[in-house]
Structure formats: C-alpha cells, structure tokens
C-alpha cells in the first residue's frame, strides 16, 4: 500500500468534521511549506557558534584524524 493509499483509508475512516480538521491541517501545511526559505547550510553552520582552533580548515584532516594518523605518517 502507498503512503497515499494509507493516508486515504484512514481519513475516509473519520467522521466528515474531523476528515473537515484534517484538511485544515493539510491546507496549512501546504502553505508553510509552499513559503518556506529553504535553510542554507552556512547559516545553521554558522548559528552554532561553533569554536576551533585557528588553523582548524587548513589542518582539518590532522583534528579529524588526531595523532594516529599522524603517527601512521611518520
């Protein structure tokens, strides 16, 4: 059964006031969704105030990795 077919059987299953709720539900969520600015990656990123050190993009291989990796390069 598709979530289509799914979601059918169980609204057809309410009484007609409440199948009336949940297209009001499904009209709002329309809308939020039909007008919502899509999240850019950078600016959740940058809203975590996150903290490193200086250098963290440039050596970011070595922090992800710490010292084994280094030792396995020695």
Do not use: C
């Amino acid at each position: 059964m598709s979530t289509t077919e799914a979601i059918l059987e169980k609204v057809n299953a309410l009484p007609p006031d409440k199948q009336a709720e949940v297209l009001e539900f499904l009209d709002s969520l329309v809308n939020k969704i039909a007008t919502a600015t899509p999240y850019s990656f950078l600016d959740v990123a940058l809203s975590q105030k996150l903290q490193g050190p200086t250098d963290w993009a440039a050596n970011f291989e070595e922090y992800l990795h710490g010292e084994q990796r280094n030792a396995l390069l020695s």
